[in-house]
């Protein structure tokens, strides 16, 4: 094992933009064991008196997600959200076609609602733009938002919810340009239904903003020429933003390979902006749509066939991905991406959160944090604050898919006189000697720093040994006006300094 040296330049007038809170977001959908056996399980011992998992939220809380994207996903283009209200034992059991599961919607638009409050989330709602309407959808924005007298209020109202539920974002469909979706059409046909949806539910409540869909991954034949489309038609005030979805992995057991993948996140993200500020310019106009990424994950093993058909059932194990710690290194390239890119990307939603390729699973009344939790929860706890634009000068390599990526993956933030860093080694084989500098400032100590290691790239958190992966305390820094510290081979490093 050897030693190389790495150096991160920061200044503190070199900023990108403020780093939007809503990048870690959550994503909740009605899928597998995610809902029910997930969130809200009101058979289970640690039910609380709303049916809600206590363990479950606790651990939910842990990651501090500022808002979480419901219902759906490919379940929102089959869903009505009219069966999901109203006295429980007259909703409908329905068959859903997403992922051929059985749906009581025991859980729906309120019990939603009532989780986002517990866990101090901002909700956000996909409406139905596959086999629903842009009405049924207007509909929604009124029973959600509007104050009451009117009738979609006054049913909420009727429902034992008197203060409107001020949903603030709103996603115009889901996954619109892929085969598999129900209602899928072409940009053309989807623009008409999106600019009618948006229309109607921005005069409904002119506060909400719309999230238009975007391609569903950098793979789709269409990625790119259909942002365009849709973003032409639609422009930034029927659109505040346009989303972007991205799962990755590693099939062929490439680690150098798949910790390169960052290259081909930041040129995602930065193909879309390109289309959103071409239509600004376009169009000649003042305002531009922004980047949603609200779908996101490392997602590949549990794929396909079994995997995702319900056949029938009632909550069925689907995609319960089993992540190890090269996945949650992968996780923290993505918020790493998100920081870089704060001028564009303003939402981002992992997804999902419970049972579902999600950072917590549970087995009966068990619960088990998976290594991404670890790793989500040492960026998101250090939110808030300026992007910075960096200088890294260290060795790299040139990998097979992605290109050439240098040994070091990073991204800063400055809130006040607080600097916090994010430094991965990529390398899987040598300690990077990493110096950390600001050209206008000193850094004079160390806050809080935390280390996410493991012995190996596949080591994985499960029941019977549920901390082969965690996030540690790390004492390694010496601080005298610049910051040094060595991070072993793989090491995810996350600090809060304090400049002087």
Not at 251 to 263: E, F, K, Q, R, V
Not at 471 to 479: C, I, K, P, R
């Amino acid at each position: 094992m050897t030693v190389k040296s790495a150096e991160l330049a920061l200044h503190t007038d070199f900023t990108i933009d403020t780093v939007d809170d809503r990048i870690f977001g959550g994503f909740l959908e009605h899928m597998g064991r995610s809902i029910y056996e997930g969130v809200y399980d009101p058979d289970s011992e640690h039910a609380d008196e709303d049916g809600m998992r206590t363990d479950v939220l606790d651990a939910l809380r842990q990651l501090e997600m500022p808002l979480v994207r419901y219902p759906g996903g490919n379940f929102a283009s089959g869903y009505h959200w009219l069966d999901g209200v109203g006295n429980k034992t007259s909703r409908p059991v329905v068959r859903e076609l997403a992922w051929q599961s059985i749906e009581p919607n025991q859980f729906g638009t309120d019990e939603f609602i009532q989780l986002c409050r517990k866990l101090d989330w901002e909700p956000m709602l996909a409406v139905n733009l596959g086999t629903g309407t842009p009405e049924e959808a207007r509909n929604w924005v009124e029973y959600c938002n509007a104050q009451a007298g009117t009738k979609f209020a006054d049913m909420r109202v009727k429902n034992g919810n008197p203060i409107p539920h001020a949903v603030p974002i709103w996603c115009l469909g889901n996954e619109m340009d892929g085969p598999w979706q129900l209602g899928h059409v072409p940009a053309d046909e989807y623009a008409i239904s999106a600019q009618q949806a948006a229309k109607m539910m921005k005069g409904c409540d002119g506060s909400i903003q719309t999230v238009a869909c975007g391609s569903s991954g950098h793979q789709m034949p269409t990625f790119g020429d259909w942002d365009r489309t849709i973003l032409e038609k639609l422009g930034a005030g029927l659109a505040d933003y346009i989303s972007l979805h991205r799962y990755v992995g590693n099939p062929d057991g490439n680690l150098t390979d798949y910790l390169a993948i960052s290259n081909s996140i930041d040129q995602q993200i930065e193909t879309i902006d390109a289309c959103a500020r071409y239509v600004q310019g376009k169009r000649r106009s003042t305002r531009r749509s922004y980047l949603c990424f609200d779908e996101w994950n490392v997602w590949y093993r549990a794929r396909g066939g079994t995997h995702s058909d319900g056949q029938g059932q009632f909550a069925p194990h689907l995609i319960e991905e089993r992540y190890n710690f090269e996945d949650a290194l992968v996780v923290a390239m993505f918020l790493m991406s998100f920081i870089r890119h704060a001028d564009s990307v303003k939402i981002a939603n992992l997804a999902q959160l419970v049972n579902v390729i999600a950072p917590v699973l549970t087995r009966g009344d068990h619960l088990l944090k998976q290594s991404i939790f670890y790793a989500f929860r040492m960026i998101s706890i250090r939110k808030g604050g300026v992007a910075l634009r960096h200088s890294i000068a260290c060795d790299g390599y040139e990998s097979s898919t992605y290109g050439h990526v240098k040994d070091l993956d990073s991204a800063s933030i400055i809130e006040g006189n607080l600097l916090k860093v994010f430094a991965l080694n990529r390398n899987p084989e040598d300690v990077m000697q990493l110096r950390v500098s600001i050209a206008d400032r000193a850094i004079g100590r160390v806050l809080s720093s935390d280390i996410l290691h493991a012995e190996s790239a596949e080591a994985s958190n499960d029941f019977d040994n549920p901390e082969a992966v965690i996030s540690t305390e790390y004492e390694g820094w010496t601080v005298k006006n610049d910051a040094t510290t060595e991070i072993p081979p793989l090491g995810l490093i996350a600090t809060t300094f304090e400049m002087t």
